[in-house]
């Protein structure tokens, strides 16, 4: 059975940091582009950031570029989302997604264009 489940949320202070998991099982995550985008109360989802398959070439939405990192580690089929000096605004429910078609190129994540999510975990920065 195909399945994504992120995990690693939860509440954090500002400046704080965490770091989301996202386990795959059913699929080889290599093969996929992973994108992890996120959705606020009252607003679209958005992009964050993506891994390409094979070379792992990355991608990062303008307000995360220098505070987040995404990674894959093969050997646990799981890609992760690395958070640093988290602010208030990053507040959202964070979603992992596999995408096959292009999967060798990485660009702003489009929800359109990806074919599998996980449930999400939720990301609270309040003081």
């Known amino acids: 059975q195909l399945q994504l489940v992120e995990s690693g949320g939860g509440l954090v202070q500002p400046g704080g940091s965490l770091r989301l998991s996202c386990a795959a099982s059913?699929?080889?995550?290599?093969?996929?582009?992973i994108g992890w985008f996120r959705q606020a109360p009252g607003k679209e989802r958005e992009g964050v950031s993506c891994?390409?398959?094979?070379?792992?070439?990355?991608y990062y939405t303008d307000s995360v570029t220098g505070r987040f990192t995404i990674s894959r580690d093969d050997a646990k089929n799981t890609v992760y989302l690395q958070m640093n000096s988290l602010k208030p605004e990053d507040t959202a429910v964070y979603y992992c997604?596999?995408?096959?078609?292009?999967?060798?190129?990485?660009?702003?994540?489009?929800?359109?264009?990806?074919?599998?999510w996980g449930q999400g975990t939720q990301v609270t920065v309040s003081s």
């Open positions: 997604a596999a995408r096959i078609r292009g999967s060798w190129s990485c660009s702003r994540p489009v929800p359109s264009e990806y074919d599998y």
């Open positions: 059913g699929i080889t995550l290599y093969y996929y582009a």
């Open positions: 891994i390409a398959s094979t070379d792992g070439n990355t």
